[in-house]
């Protein structure tokens, strides 16, 4: 019985070594918790040697009490030590896994706008209506009739191969018209006067690229038919349309020119002055007085009413405001010509 305290002290000391270099290898609260269970539990060497001490003399209790009491305190301290620092290691790694870097520069927001081809056509639209016109369109797939017959362009006139005509295969007559006057026959065979249009859209010719030739452009039509509508209105008008859009010091020029529904008709010009003194003249549009022949077909009284037509290419007037130099930037939709305007 003499010996019996030694012994439980001896297995004291080295459970508590055991302990301290487990709680030490203790990689997380969980682990750590299995240490505390492996050496404090209801199954443990240590509960072994609480229940063992109900054998011992009264002092031999109170030495190996003594003991447990400072082995319990020796455990509990490094326990608790272990357990803040995986605590705070724990912390540290989630604020690490979570951390938010305030300082880097913000994805930069790109907002959409208009195609610059859009724009300017709203431009030019806007000056119109500002004038009285309204908004008039047709179709881009258009019946020959329309685009041809009615504009005074018979079936074996030059103009029909000049504007090099894209046919739409399997329907007879149906091209894909080659400018926007088709729709000055359609407004007037519905429509008498006074009439003042004008007709935004996509045209067509099989026309190869170029800089200056695409097989897909757009223009924007205009035609006014009233009662003593004359060549001088006309001018008036573009004069007008070119100095909103082109600014308040532009001149224009008409040239004699040919088109089968107007007579006269004429090529447009607008003055420029170049840097360096030089002034000079740029053709935006081809125009004209509505041939009496036209009218008389469309179903509107050439004796009584007289009207002028004029037909503007967009994207020419856009390389001319913007300074364009090749008409496939339009069609290209590279981001950073888009971006641009
Ligand atoms: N339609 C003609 C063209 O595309 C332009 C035009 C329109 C000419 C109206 C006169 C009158 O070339």
């Known amino acids: 019985m003499s010996d019996a305290v030694p012994r439980e002290t001896d297995t004291l000391q080295r459970l508590r070594d055991e302990a301290l270099a487990a709680i030490a290898q203790a990689g997380d609260p969980a682990a750590l918790n299995q240490v505390r269970v492996r050496f404090t539990g209801k199954r443990s060497e240590l509960a072994d040697v609480q229940k063992r001490m109900k054998d011992l003399s009264p002092d031999g209790r109170r ?9 319990r305190a020796e455990f509990d301290a490094a326990y608790a030590t ?3 620092e995986l605590a705070s290691a724990a912390l540290a790694a989630r604020l690490e896994s979570e951390r938010l870097d305030l300082t880097l520069p913000p994805r930069r927001l790109r907002p959409g706008r208009p195609h610059l081809l859009t724009q300017v056509e709203q431009e030019m639209l806007d000056v119109f209506i500002g004038m009285g016109f309204q908004v008039a369109e047709g179709p881009e797939a258009e019946a020959g009739v329309y685009n041809f017959d009615l504009l005074n362009i ?8 000049e504007m090099d005509t894209i046919y739409v295969d399997g329907f007879d007559d149906v091209v894909l018209r080659t400018h ?8 007037m065979t519905t429509q008498q006067p006074p009439i003042a249009v004008v007709v935004p859209g996509r045209t067509y010719r099989a026309d190869s690229v170029d800089a200056t030739h695409s097989p897909v452009f757009s223009q924007v039509e205009g035609l006014v038919v009233g009662e003593g509508i004359t060549m001088a209105d006309l001018r008036g008008t573009l004069l007008a349309f ?3 859009l082109f600014g308040e010091d532009r001149d224009i020029r008409l040239r004699p020119s040919f088109f089968p529904f107007t007579e006269p008709s004429a090529e447009v010009d607008v003055s420029f002055d170049a840097p360096g003194g030089n002034h000079g003249w740029l053709e935006i549009l081809g125009a004209g007085m509505v041939d009496p022949n036209v009218l008389a077909m469309c179903g509107i009284d050439p004796e009584r009413y007289s009207g002028f037509a004029f037909g ?15 008409i496939r930037e339009f069609f ?6 888009v971006a641009h305007f």
């Open 312 to 326: 503007i290419g967009i994207e020419r007037v856009a390389m001319l405001r913007h300074g364009v130099r090749d």
């Open 332 to 337: 290209e939709s590279d981001v950073r010509f």
């Open 180 to 187: 926007t006057s088709p729709v000055q026959a359609r407004v």
């Open 242 to 244: 070119s100095r909103a």
């Open 82 to 84: 272990r357990d803040a």
């Open 154 to 161: 018979e079936p074996d006139h030059p103009a029909r191969q």
């Open 63 to 71: 030495a190996l009490g003594q003991a447990l009491n400072a082995f």
